[in-house]
């Protein structure tokens, strides 16, 4: 890297600042012993507006037309994961709600199917498509993923052999046997509503839920909130002489991502397109954000946020009647 500096001329009346310019020799290429890990959540996999894989089914095991809404979207699924840098991801993290569940205050309209193991088996084939040496789930919204204190989210997590870890709430901490979590019944606890890991030598905070803004003005405040609270919680959530270097959140439906020296927080984008529950107060703000996060650690310690969030031009468009060609 080499740097030139503004300087002061001659005739120079005032003092201005010192300028640094930055050139960057190029990169030799990414290591080989660089860690990744891959961000999906909020697939919502069940309802119309989510995507889906053309080997859906319903009850009886007939298969689903695709619509040209479910091919732009399979489409653009795929698009994320031809164009993921690690192709063999050291870590895929679900971030909640694979599925969007039973709807039951809508008695399950704005679903293909209200058969929560249909939807998990789509969500699963989704899923599948990448490759991933280690696979660890979090919890959403009981509304979309639990019936009472069941979680969908565990019964897909052992279909994925995703890596079972210690919580804190509910029955994560009922029973324990060789240094895992077990629930209530003797079953392996997989999932929780929080998250803490370490991979390349950075701890990741991740939880599913954060504060929502429908204005873009001020969807970095929740954000800037949490990334706060978490740090008066030093020694609290987590051992006081360790850092927090990436916090990720969800729930949200957009990305916006915020940075302070030594740490990076972000929410991640989503796979549904608004529905009547985000419609509710209008068309503003509901504009989501398609697409996965993907977080390299090189050995040197630099974090690089690879977005991949789907182009505007590639989200599906709402169609247009034109009554001056019909007239």
Not at 107 to 119: F, K, V
Not at 270 to 275: H, N, R
Request: glycine share 8%.
């Amino acid at each position: 890297m080499h740097f030139s500096f503004g300087g002061l001329s001659d005739n120079d009346t005032f003092i201005r600042p010192l300028v640094y310019r930055y050139y960057v020799t190029k990169s030799k290429g990414r290591s080989s012993q660089s860690r990744s890990v891959l961000f999906l959540s909020d697939m919502h996999v069940g309802s119309i507006y989510a995507v889906r894989s053309p080997d859906a089914v319903i009850e009886g095991g007939s298969g689903l037309k695709m619509t040209k809404f479910n091919e732009q979207m399979y489409q653009n699924w795929c698009n994320v994961r031809d164009n993921i840098q690690k192709k063999d991801i050291d870590v895929l993290c679900l971030n909640g709600e694979p599925i969007d569940g039973g709807n039951s205050k809508t008695n399950a309209s704005g679903t293909w199917t209200s058969n929560i193991q249909h939807q998990l088996d789509d969500s699963e084939r989704l899923i599948r498509m990448y490759k991933w040496k280690e696979i660890v789930m979090t919890r959403g919204s009981r509304y979309h993923v639990s019936v009472g204190n069941n979680f969908h989210e565990e019964i897909l997590a052992a279909k994925l052999n995703a890596r079972a870890y210690s919580g804190f709430f509910g029955t994560a901490l009922e029973n324990k046997k060789d240094g895992k979590t077990y629930d209530g019944n003797g079953n392996m606890q997989l999932t929780d509503f929080y998250l803490f890991f370490i991979l390349g030598g950075k701890q990741f905070s991740v939880c599913h839920h954060v504060g929502y803004n429908k204005t873009e003005l001020y969807r970095t405040t929740a954000l800037g909130r949490e990334q706060a609270v978490m740090e008066f919680a030093r020694g609290k959530w987590y051992a006081k002489d360790t850092n927090i270097d990436v916090l990720v959140r969800s729930h949200v439906h957009y990305y916006v991502q915020v940075r302070y020296p030594g740490q990076i927080a972000f929410t991640t984008p989503c796979w549904k397109m608004p529905d009547e529950f985000m419609l509710r107060r209008g068309l503003g703000g509901t504009a989501v954000h398609l697409g996965a996060i993907e977080v390299i650690i090189e050995t040197n310690g630099r974090i690089d946020v690879v977005e991949h969030i789907i182009q505007a031009k590639d989200y599906p468009k709402p169609q247009v009647i034109n009554f001056d060609r019909l007239l």
